[in-house]
């Protein structure tokens, strides 16, 4: 096997590893949650099975994150232009995760109209001082 192609299944395995870790009790817990056989996870942690890559898309649903996102992969060429703070308020994102989606949402609704509220608070400032700039005198 292509030795970045190992690479890169080690890493979707750790990254797989890692959520169920961060979510479930216990490995037998989260095959008992998703239908999966004993010790398959057991196998995935000892590099003895990759089935994991076939039920990527499964596994997305399941930790409710996209599949490059599991896969963790870039979403696009935009990444390399997001600014620190995107970058930051991205990873803050992330974070909320493991809650329900209903809070998730309802956290994606409350930094929308943040967000909102502040474009707009800052568009009347604009459009006041404009108002107030002294006109030059026609002549």
Do not use: C
């Amino acid at each position: 096997m292509n030795g970045e192609l190992r690479e890169n299944k080690d890493k979707i395995r750790a990254r797989i590893l890692a959520l169920i870790e961060s979510e479930y009790e216990s490995d037998a817990a989260f095959e008992r949650a998703i239908g999966l056989n004993d010790k398959t996870v057991n196998n995935w942690r000892r590099g003895r099975s990759a089935s994991f890559m076939s039920m990527l898309p499964k596994l997305s649903e399941v930790f409710r994150v996209s599949i490059t996102e599991l896969m963790n992969i870039p979403l696009s060429s935009e990444n390399a232009e997001l600014s620190e703070d995107e970058m930051h308020l991205l990873a803050l994102y992330r974070r909320a995760r493991p809650l329900p989606i209903a809070m998730r949402e309802a956290l994606a609704t409350t930094l929308e109209t943040t967000v909102k509220l502040y474009i707009d608070a800052y568009s009347e400032v604009k459009m006041n001082e404009k108002k107030r700039a002294p006109r030059a005198k026609k002549q």
